[in-house]
């Protein structure tokens, strides 16, 4: 049996291995990069990059890339190896400080959104000194961020970094208020829950839907599905526990710290969570954790589903975003405290996160907003599309006795004056959690369950840590002028708590009448889909925050509004065409094919006794012929609406189109072939079946 302690992290350039092949002085100079953002020198830039080749070498790498991740949704990578010509006509191995932190890959065929001519291919990527470069296969990965010859962003790392730089700066003017001269970085740190789906490859490589898209496009419900919740938590099936094994141990050679596996509640959907890490390390991780999944699941004859809802009626899979605040000495600002100090810090970063979310709700929810989790947002283990928090019974009842100035009711009947009187000591988990609603308080961080399970956690941090960061700033610049601290401070949390507090409910999410409360009566925005919310991007209180901030220049949120729209515009009409060609080639000529065969089997029961009524083949014979001509109807629909949508000239309309018709008509189309599944003989069926599906691995 394999030492995890003794073969964690083997796979990375990490501060371990940095000591072992760093001298002290480039060491301590390196750390003073990472930890305080000092310039790096480029002499220590030289000595690193020579460390980290040999290293590298040493563990069977014979390539390096700059592993960024584009505004495609995934990470890409441009192997160059070490090699270089000797004068002997052999060659060498080397790698220069200049090439460690800049490369120079093509930027012209990414995403860009307008930022960029076709013709301009000119891109840069810079090395990430916080994040540990790790080897995956044969190539030395370095984590950098991608940006263009004129220097506008191309990646979400750029900007999750930028807004990371953000946070910590306001939060330091805050700290620093209350004493803390001696922190010296705030950071936030997150812990991505991933759920996702296992199949069976061969059942996979015969759905087309599944190869082009990611998710089921038809398929009418098995007679088992999730109602009898026995696969949540349930014993993990020999084939699925050896993929996990084998997953552990990759993820933690690369220092993934994998900690939580379990069975989630649809039939064939599991669960892995890690351990926090620092918010752009996070990041990293799980952009690497969902590529591993998928490898690793090739080698055991599987495929690792990561769309937001591959099977229509059962759970869809999400990414749970765990995240906190804490200084670089290790406070986590939003867990309560013990003094009356601690607690008036304590409420005065929490309610900035209230502040922020009632504030941009709209940036919140555009930022896990894609065709995918479009059908998740609502359905069943997610949140609803409106924004919303929930902070528990108790610590809701001290905001209410702070907001009206009465005694709390609680562990003691303290009259609410911060910093004068002693808040109770709230406890870390004196409520019970709230699965339905989108960001939640529990104990010590936030959990902002919205996220869809193939996103990239960036956006939602990026918008996350720079809504924060506003508020942040709005407490410290009228809390640095104030006369009498205590009191502004008392009267800030107090204002924060009566105008924001529709945000917080901390009743069902999933019921009706919470939507329509929330709408009607509180004000809250209800975004179902991509194409509502993400042309509010660039509404001029969101960009004004963002460009204030720095995290974004206005044309890099301009290109980003589009991109994530065409992005949207094209996944649905793959989907369509994809639906068209099904219908069209597999399940129209196999519902004919067994109409036939019901036909010779009448005729031929026709042919021995006429008199024979042979009411089951005449009826299924008429219903089939019935949903044929439906299908054929229907199909022929979503091809013409997929010829109107090319005349849209505008993203924006076309997007508008997509929601309002052409989905519709996928729809519509789904409901004749799924009804159609449901009368045809299993033999003549052209594709694997939902029951096949969830039901096949063990």
């Given at each position: 049996?394999?030492n995890?302690?003794?073969?964690?992290?083997?796979?990375?350039?990490?501060?371990?291995?940095?000591?072992?092949?760093?001298?002290?002085?480039?060491?301590?100079?390196?750390?003073?990069?990472?930890?305080?953002?000092?310039?790096?020198?480029i002499?220590?830039?030289?000595?690193v990059?020579?460390?980290m080749k040999?290293?590298?070498?040493?563990?069977g790498?014979?390539?390096?890339?700059?592993?960024?991740?584009?505004?495609?949704?995934?990470?890409?990578?441009?192997?160059?190896?070490?090699?270089?010509?000797?004068?002997?006509?052999?060659?060498?191995?080397e790698?220069?400080?200049?090439?460690?932190?800049?490369?120079e890959?093509?930027?012209?065929?990414?995403?860009?959104?307008?930022?960029r001519?076709?013709?301009?291919?000119?891109g840069?990527?810079?090395?990430?000194?916080?994040?540990?470069?790790f080897?995956?296969g044969?190539?030395?990965?370095?984590?950098t961020?991608?940006?263009?010859?004129?220097?506008?962003?191309?990646?979400?790392?750029?900007?999750?970094?930028?807004s990371?730089?953000a946070?910590?700066?306001?939060?330091?003017?805050?700290?620093?208020l209350?004493g803390?001269?001696?922190?010296?970085?705030?950071?936030?740190?997150?812990?991505?829950?991933?759920?996702?789906?296992?199949i069976?490859?061969?059942?996979?490589?015969?759905?087309?839907?599944?190869?082009?898209?990611?998710?089921?496009?038809?398929?009418?419900?098995?007679?088992?599905?999730?109602?009898?919740?026995?696969?949540?938590f349930g014993?993990?099936?020999?084939?699925?526990?050896?993929?996990?094994?084998?997953?552990?141990?990759?993820?933690?050679?690369?220092?993934?710290?994998?900690?939580?596996?379990?069975?989630?509640v649809?039939?064939?959907?599991?669960?892995l969570?890690p351990?926090?890490?620092?918010?752009n390390?996070?990041?990293?991780?799980?952009?690497?954790?969902?590529?591993?999944m998928q490898?690793?699941?090739?080698k055991?004859?599987?495929?690792?589903?990561l769309?937001?809802?591959?099977?229509?009626?059962?759970?869809?899979?999400?990414?749970?975003?765990?995240?906190?605040?804490?200084t670089?000495?290790?406070?986590?600002?939003?867990?309560?405290g013990?003094?009356p100090?601690?607690?008036?810090?304590?409420?005065?970063?929490?309610?900035?996160?209230?502040?922020?979310?009632d504030?941009?709700?709209?940036?919140?929810?555009l930022?896990?907003?894609?065709?995918?989790?479009?059908?998740?947002?609502?359905?069943?283990?997610?949140?609803?599309?409106?924004?919303?928090?929930?902070?528990?019974?108790?610590?809701?009842?001290?905001?209410?006795?702070?907001?009206?100035?009465?005694?709390y009711?609680?562990t003691?009947k303290?009259?609410?004056?911060?910093?004068?009187?002693?808040?109770?000591?709230?406890?870390?988990?004196?409520?019970?959690?709230?699965?339905?609603?989108?960001?939640?308080?529990?104990?010590?961080?936030?959990?902002?369950?919205?996220?869809?399970?193939?996103?990239?956690?960036?956006?939602a941090?990026?918008?996350?840590?720079?809504?924060?960061?506003?508020?942040?700033?709005?407490?410290?610049?009228?809390?640095?002028?104030?006369e009498?601290f205590?009191?502004?401070?008392?009267?800030?949390?107090?204002?924060?708590?009566?105008?924001?507090?529709?945000?917080i409910?901390?009743?069902?999410?999933y019921?009706?009448?919470?939507?329509?409360?929330a709408?009607?009566?509180r004000?809250?925005?209800?975004?179902?889909?991509?194409p509502?919310?993400?042309?509010?991007?660039?509404?001029?209180?969101?960009?004004?925050?963002?460009?204030?901030?720095?995290?974004?220049?206005?044309?890099?949120?301009?290109?980003?509004?589009?991109?994530?729209?065409?992005?949207?515009?094209?996944?649905?009409?793959?989907?369509?065409?994809?639906?068209v060609d099904?219908?069209?080639?597999q399940?129209?000529p196999?519902?004919?094919?067994?109409?036939r065969?019901?036909?010779?089997?009448?005729?031929?029961?026709?042919?021995?006794?006429?008199a024979l009524?042979?009411?089951?083949?005449?009826?299924?014979?008429?219903?089939?012929?019935?949903?044929?001509?439906?299908?054929a109807?229907?199909?022929e629909?979503?091809?013409?609406?997929?010829v109107?949508?090319?005349?849209?000239?505008?993203?924006?309309?076309?997007s508008?189109m997509?929601?309002?018709?052409?989905?519709v008509?996928?729809?519509?189309?789904?409901?004749?072939?799924d009804?159609?599944?449901?009368?045809?003989a299993?033999k003549?069926?052209?594709?694997?079946?939902?029951?096949?599906?969830?039901?096949?691995?063990?």
């Amino acid at each position: 049996m394999k030492n995890i302690p003794e073969y964690f992290g083997c796979l990375v350039f990490d501060d371990r291995v940095m000591k072992a092949n760093l001298s002290a002085k480039v060491y301590q100079s390196l750390r003073k990069t990472i930890d305080e953002g000092a310039k790096l020198d480029i002499g220590v830039a030289n000595a690193v990059a020579t460390a980290m080749k040999d290293w590298a070498v040493a563990n069977g790498a014979t390539h390096y890339t700059h592993w960024f991740q584009p505004l495609t949704g995934i990470t890409a990578e441009k192997h160059d190896s070490f090699i270089s010509p000797s004068p002997d006509g052999g060659v060498i191995m080397e790698f220069s400080g200049k090439e460690l932190i800049k490369g120079e890959p093509d930027a012209s065929s990414f995403p860009s959104g307008g930022l960029r001519a076709t013709f301009e291919a000119r891109g840069y990527t810079a090395w990430d000194p916080t994040s540990y470069a790790f080897i995956k296969g044969k190539t030395l990965c370095i984590p950098t961020a991608f940006c263009s010859y004129g220097g506008e962003a191309l990646d979400k790392k750029t900007p999750l970094l930028r807004s990371m730089e953000a946070l910590n700066k306001q939060a330091l003017r805050i700290l620093h208020l209350f004493g803390h001269d001696d922190v010296k970085c705030v950071r936030t740190s997150v812990g991505p829950e991933q759920e996702y789906f296992l199949i069976d490859k061969a059942m996979y490589d015969k759905r087309p839907d599944l190869r082009f898209t990611g998710r089921t496009l038809f398929g009418a419900k098995p007679p088992k599905g999730q109602e009898m919740d026995d696969h949540y938590f349930g014993v993990i099936k020999p084939r699925v526990a050896a993929y996990m094994e084998e997953l552990n141990e990759e993820l933690w050679k690369l220092g993934i710290l994998a900690k939580t596996e379990h069975n989630e509640v649809a039939p064939a959907q599991h669960e892995l969570a890690p351990i926090y890490s620092t918010t752009n390390i996070a990041t990293d991780h799980n952009q690497l954790t969902m590529e591993i999944m998928q490898k690793v699941a090739a080698k055991h004859g599987l495929v690792c589903l990561l769309h937001e809802k591959p099977f229509a009626g059962v759970n869809g899979s999400g990414k749970h975003n765990n995240w906190s605040i804490a200084t670089d000495g290790g406070v986590n600002l939003l867990s309560p405290g013990e003094t009356p100090y601690e607690n008036a810090q304590f409420l005065l970063f929490l309610c900035a996160v209230i502040k922020a979310v009632d504030d941009y709700q709209d940036l919140l929810r555009l930022s896990v907003a894609t065709a995918g989790n479009d059908h998740r947002l609502g359905a069943n283990e997610a949140p609803p599309a409106v924004v919303s928090m929930f902070l528990g019974d108790e610590l809701n009842a001290v905001l209410e006795a702070i907001e009206n100035n009465t005694p709390y009711e609680g562990t003691q009947k303290t009259q609410m004056r911060l910093g004068v009187d002693v808040l109770p000591k709230f406890n870390r988990d004196t409520t019970d959690r709230n699965r339905t609603s989108p960001f939640a308080f529990t104990g010590n961080k936030f959990e902002f369950r919205m996220l869809g399970s193939s996103n990239s956690i960036a956006c939602a941090n990026i918008m996350l840590n720079s809504a924060v960061a506003e508020s942040l700033k709005i407490y410290a610049d009228r809390l640095e002028k104030a006369e009498n601290f205590e009191e502004a401070l008392h009267e800030m949390i107090r204002k924060t708590i009566k105008d924001h507090k529709k945000i917080i409910f901390n009743g069902n999410g999933y019921d009706d009448t919470w939507i329509k409360e929330a709408t009607e009566e509180r004000g809250l925005l209800n975004y179902r889909t991509t194409p509502d919310c993400m042309p509010h991007l660039l509404d001029e209180k969101n960009v004004k925050m963002l460009t204030s901030h720095k995290v974004f220049s206005e044309a890099e949120l301009k290109s980003r509004c589009d991109i994530m729209l065409e992005n949207y515009c094209k996944t649905v009409i793959i989907e369509a065409n994809t639906m068209v060609d099904m219908a069209r080639t597999q399940i129209a000529p196999a519902v004919e094919a067994y109409t036939r065969e019901l036909a010779k089997t009448f005729a031929a029961k026709k042919a021995v006794d006429s008199a024979l009524v042979c009411g089951y083949e005449s009826g299924l014979i008429k219903r089939l012929s019935t949903l044929t001509d439906r299908i054929a109807i229907k199909t022929e629909e979503l091809e013409n609406a997929l010829v109107e949508l090319q005349s849209q000239e505008e993203i924006i309309s076309e997007s508008y189109m997509i929601r309002d018709v052409v989905l519709v008509k996928m729809s519509e189309l789904r409901l004749a072939c799924d009804e159609a599944e449901t009368v045809t003989a299993k033999k003549y069926w052209p594709f694997p079946t939902y029951g096949d599906l969830l039901f096949s691995v063990r």
